[in-house]
């Protein structure tokens, strides 16, 4: 009757019949999700995230900030105290 391979759901392009070079080109739609790389990868930029965040508020305990001066140039000034001066 029909010579189609039978589809199941949830296969989505797999089920399609396709060249070997799009198949190549386009790996991520073929390949089954790996849960353990997924959470690898999750963790990894959760690190990566809250590296960042914790830089910048290491940062910003420093108390510098960036001041203009009168000829265009930009430099990092450690904020004072109206006590201090």
């Given at each position: 009757?029909?010579?189609k391979?039978?589809?199941?759901?949830?296969?989505?392009?797999r089920?399609?019949r396709?060249?070997s070079v799009f198949r190549l080109?386009n790996?991520e739609?073929?390949?089954?999700?790996?849960?353990i790389?997924?959470?690898?990868?999750?963790?990894?930029?959760?690190?990566?995230?809250g590296?960042?965040a914790?830089?910048r508020h290491?940062?910003?305990d420093l108390?510098?900030?960036?001041?203009?001066?009168?000829?265009g140039?930009?430099?990092?000034i450690k904020?004072k105290s109206n006590?201090?001066?």
């Amino acid at each position: 009757m029909s010579d189609k391979p039978q589809q199941n759901p949830g296969e989505g392009i797999r089920s399609m019949r396709s060249t070997s070079v799009f198949r190549l080109i386009n790996f991520e739609l073929y390949a089954k999700p790996n849960k353990i790389i997924m959470g690898i990868g999750l963790v990894a930029f959760a690190g990566v995230f809250g590296y960042i965040a914790y830089m910048r508020h290491k940062y910003e305990d420093l108390g510098y900030y960036v001041a203009v001066k009168e000829d265009g140039r930009e430099e990092f000034i450690k904020k004072k105290s109206n006590w201090e001066t």
